[in-house]
């Protein structure tokens, strides 16, 4: 069974860091894109930031200059490092990968069960 677990979130003030960790395990054959999610109370779901097997990045505009996503391939991970935490960055963040299984010629969107990131004005 392919799994993603976060973890890293909390409580923090406005203006202080987090660093979200996300691993993934289970029988994995590659990983393609990898991304952090957050949805806030009563919002739908927005992807915060998103990097491909090669590195590249993308970001959404309320994190740009603040947040920075990286990976690390031979761990399988995936992390985010947010500074400058606003309240409004207040929501639970999920990891998300595409994720191709052993045995598999597709590959599958997979999500962790998210982590919630606090901060407070």
């Known amino acids: 069974q392919v799994q993603l677990v976060e973890s890293g979130g909390g409580l923090v003030q406005a203006g202080g860091s987090l660093r979200l960790s996300c691993v993934a395990s289970g029988p994995i054959f590659s990983i393609n894109g990898m991304g952090w999610y957050r949805q806030a109370p009563g919002k739908q779901r927005e992807l915060v930031a998103g990097?491909?097997?090669?590195?590249?990045?993308n970001y959404a505009d309320s994190v740009k200059g603040r947040f920075t996503i990286s990976r690390d391939n031979a761990k399988k991970m995936v992390y985010l490092q947010m500074n400058s935490l606003k309240p409004e960055d207040t929501a639970v963040y999920y990891c998300?990968?595409?994720?191709?299984?052993?045995?598999?010629?597709?590959?599958?969107?997979?999500w962790g069960q998210g982590t919630l990131v606090t901060v407070s004005s």
């Open positions: 998300n990968a595409e994720v191709r299984p052993y045995g598999s010629s597709r590959y599958l969107e997979v």
């Open positions: 990097i491909n097997s090669g590195g590249s990045t």
